[in-house]
């Protein structure tokens, strides 16, 4: 089993065995890097691939960050920031395989990232748009799993059905490791900041987050909340319970969830309609 889990990280921290991995990420993580460089430099960059681009823009001006107005690559690194262009980069590409195939883990990602906004707002947090970007990326380790290892991923569905488990349990069950560990050694793999990586990595087990708790906290109520709205599909059909760590780092309580339930309510209508738009494309 550990064999298993090794070559399978062996495999994924190789992020050239990733063809839905563009080689724009590459040059836009270098550029990055150097101080020197302008958004101008980078956007260029970006856009010098225009199918990327246009996805890009699609994801810019979805219900997850409510803008409405991002009409160039540009534009959207100013609104958002180079590290959320450059995280709905890889979005875009290692979702394009998802939408056809896997259309409710497609929805569900995306009202994650709408409800982890909404929260944010809510709450008055700064980096919303971050923290937006962390819960649309929040189950990308599934999507990877999917590629890399298909019979393992038959197997897992198997069990989470047989067994009515959590996909988590199936996963760790199946291939000694799940789809959270996953996104954290994507997340180092593509040098994404620590903290969009930390989110994905513990969304599922806030107490672990040191760096950035408030963050994950945030990710991890907007999954749950969605998992209770019904809205796409995670791979099962069971809704955990907010971990006490997370209701305490937000200083939640029950009115306030109330509202954060109907207003998310109301916001899944219109994720819904951009989910068709996308699938019409």
């Given at each position: 089993m550990a064999d298993k889990r090794s070559d399978l990280k062996k495999s994924i921290m190789d992020t050239k065995t990733l063809p839905t991995l563009p080689s724009v990420i590459r040059k836009l993580n270098s550029l990055s890097d150097?101080?020197?460089?302008?958004?101008?430099?980078?956007?260029?960059?970006?856009s010098s691939d225009q199918v990327l681009s246009a996805r890009i823009l699609r994801l810019a001006n979805s219900p997850s960050y409510g803008f409405y107005r991002v009409s160039t690559i540009t534009n959207a690194m100013i609104l958002l920031g180079v590290n959320v262009v450059k995280s709905l980069a890889i979005a875009s590409s290692i979702f394009a395989a998802m939408e056809k195939d896997n259309v409710c883990l497609w929805e569900h990602s995306l009202g994650v990232g709408v409800a982890a906004n909404l929260i944010a707002r809510k709450l008055g947090l700064p980096e919303c748009e971050e923290i937006a970007t962390a819960g649309l990326l929040h189950d990308i380790g599934k999507v990877i799993i999917r590629i890399k290892?298909?019979?393992?991923?038959?197997?897992?569905?198997?069990?989470?059905?047989?067994?009515?488990?959590?996909?988590?349990?199936?996963e760790r069950e199946v291939i000694d490791t799940d789809h959270a560990e996953v996104g954290a050694w994507l997340s180092k793999s593509w040098f994404l900041p620590e903290k969009l990586g930390e989110p994905i990595a513990f969304h599922h087990d806030v107490a672990k987050s040191e760096n950035y708790r408030t963050k994950t906290a945030v990710v991890h109520i907007a999954d749950v909340l969605i998992k209770a709205s019904g809205f796409g599909n995670s791979g099962d059909n069971f809704v955990p319970p907010i971990q006490q760590i997370a209701w305490d780092t937000l200083q939640l309580n029950e009115q306030l969830l109330a509202e954060l339930v109907e207003e998310i309510e109301d916001k899944l209508i219109e994720v819904k309609t951009f989910c068709l738009e996308m699938m019409s494309d």
């Open positions: 150097n101080e020197k460089s302008s958004v101008q430099e980078m956007a260029k960059i970006v290892c298909s019979t393992a991923e038959n197997d897992i569905l198997g069990l989470i059905h047989t067994r009515q488990i959590y996909t988590l349990e199936a």
